[in-house]
């Protein structure tokens, strides 16, 4: 009876270890996470990021090519690139 005993101890210590490796594992997981909304968060602010330098750098690349173009030109283009923004603009608000 006693080696009943014994092993009912033993079986009730290791459950209260596996007990306590699953809360440990689970505040493992929910600090991944965190971590991993952080990061999506930062990934998305530096693609916003990188889209307004695009968008930038396609500005200066038109304004490059318009030099020496006639006002007409600079106007349509400068209209094609505000209908650009205002779909993106679009896009957020959605």
Do not use: W, Y
């Not at 952080?38 to 030099?67: G, H, S």
């Not at 007409?72 to 209209?79: C, G, M, P, T, Y």
Request: glycine fraction near 2%; include cysteine.
């Amino acid at each position: 009876m006693s080696s009943f005993k014994t092993l009912a101890e033993q079986l009730n210590t290791n459950v209260r270890k596996l007990v306590q490796r699953q809360i440990e594992l689970r505040k493992a997981v929910e600090q991944k996470d965190d971590q991993l909304q952080k990061l999506e968060q930062e990934r998305d602010e530096l693609r916003q990021k990188l889209e307004q330098v695009e968008e930038k750098n396609k500005i200066l690349r038109i304004a490059a090519k318009t030099e020496g173009s006639d006002q007409r030109e600079i106007k349509l283009k400068i209209n094609e690139i505000v209908r650009e923004v205002d779909k993106c603009i679009a896009q957020l608000n959605q």
